[in-house]
């Protein structure tokens, strides 16, 4: 066992531009075994390592290791060493700690790294140790990205070796491979150089598919902060191309630039952006509302979802003397109660077919007079219609089929799903299966829009909820919500007088009037996230202006019954298309007790 030279392992600090390849110390292993699985019964004959820092050779490390066991002939043949050489040296239990400590705070590069690193792992495990977690380059993957097609035969590294013209031939002896593999890591740097990759966070994430213009804007980004917020991809023009929010601005839109982003449409846009704003908030909720609110306001072209909050549907109660369902566009201060809302419009009219199942309210289109004088269509003979067009239905028992529908909406959704449950059953009974699940999705998707409802309308309901949260950071997170909308955000300083940061916080807040509806001052994914923020565990009420209730009997009680068949629906339907579609599961699921409904409860 040998090493060369001695280095003391300096602890850097964190550079939020990543840290320089030339300033990474770097240990290139390379081992020889007996087989080519740990797990079956392998062992490990010889480990060889250099460890680098900025092209200079740090140290060298090299032992045999004996097997306990008999070298196979081939694997004699192949590295030259024979069951008379590992006879005198360490067991694997006395060379790994001692390699362990040559390349601790480094960062492990092996050739096909998998192979040499489960090895050291799966010993490690064996000998009752620890893995310490070493970050890890794999050559053999960095030089399938880096090389173009047609310029080596393969990615082995001999090959590799002749083309970057190592000074050490491979040899299948652990310290010459490693050596090797040393030289092809540092040829395959200087072609990383010219396109922008000079830290080890962007060669982690290279690819070559990024292309080299896209790479060298990556300068856009060098402004932005270590900090949570939106950042605004903008053109020649001014015009916002994209608009997204991160945790640490400049690590996300570097990232555009020198790592794996390979979407097209993501790769034209760097293309025509020639500036990039950050706007800093004070915490990623805040962050993610005003992505929202700027998403919707500019309408990006490159940003798919949440660009018109406004094209959404809404269920209605109609406010007239016979009453009806209509899906509209827009709800009005009409004293009509609302459903919703509805990303699609097929939704919405899921929704009202469940409804109609149910009650038996008219479903023709049009208002009709008190003194109604029209002949009775088909679903009075059907008797799904109470048929006020023909004066068949009175005053009274036509508003007690109404109120029916407005409880099912607001408050308890039961008889909704007795009445489509049976038709369910009836139809199963018939072996009409088909039809039978089209009434489950109306029936779950007309549950998950009342439970979003409810949900909306506990929190929009309250003048003022102020809460607090320590964030990923460390620090209390407080947010100021009004009417459902974010008013105000703020991460809470050190030496400070709590209560009266709060009162400041609260004295600035946006003013928010109420208005009608469930989402009466902000779009309904905004109130949705202010929710899942106020769902957090370790979340504290600091002050809240009268009782945050839902309803005991809510819809939220019976979506669990449809588990099974939203699973089916979301392997066949992307995550992002369901929330387009206004589809349930994704955001009205039952969460754990004390989480997933407001503080108090009410009948």
Known sequence: MEQTTAVRAVQG????????????????????????????????????????????????FQTLVNP?????AFIAVLTGITDAMVAGAPRIDAALPAFLEFARGTVLVAHNAPFDIGFLKHFCAATGRPWPGFETLDTAVLARRVLHAGEVRNCKLGTLAAHFSASTT?????????????????????????????TLEELGTFSSRVSPEQRRKRHLGDHLPDAPGVYVFRDARDRPLYIGTSKSLRTRVRGYFTSSETRTRMGEMVALAVRVEGIVCATPLEAQVRELRLIGLHKPPYNRRSRFPEKVS?????????PRLSIVRQVIDDGADYLGPFGRRKAAESAVAALHEAFSIRQCAGRLPRAASRAACVLAEMRACLSPCDGTATADAYAIEVDRVRTSLLTDPSAVVEAVEAKMADLASQERYEDAGTHRDRLATFLGAAARTQRLSALTSRAEVVAARIGDRGTWEVHVVRHGRLAASGSIPGGVDVRAWVEELR??????????????????????????WLELDGLRLVEIDGPWVCPVGGA????????????????????????RSGGWRTEHRPRRAGAGAPPSRTA
């Open 13 to 60: 600090s964190f550079d939020e531009l990543g840290r320089a390849l030339r300033d990474v110390t770097f240990c290139v292993v390379d081992l020889e075994t007996t087989g080519g699985s740990a797990a079956k019964g392998s062992m490990i004959t010889e480990i060889g390592a250099v460890k680098v820092r900025g092209g200079e050779v740090l140290g060298e």
């Open 170 to 198: 491979p040899t299948h002896r652990a310290l010459d491979d490693a050596r090797a593999t040393v030289d092809v890591l540092h040829g395959l740097f200087e072609r990383l150089g010219p396109v922008g990759v000079h």
């Open 556 to 579: 939220s009680r019976f979506l669990p019954r449809f588990d099974a068949a939203a699973d089916a629906r979301s392997s066949l339907v992307p995550f992002d298309e369901q929330q």
């Open 507 to 532: 004295a600035g807040a946006e003013t928010v009037e109420d208005g009608p509806g469930p989402v009466p001052a902000a779009s309904a994914a905004e109130t949705e996230l202010v929710l899942r």
């Open 314 to 322: 809404w269920v209605k109660v109609t406010r007239e003397p016979w």
């Open 68 to 72: 306990q066991g008999q070298i196979p």
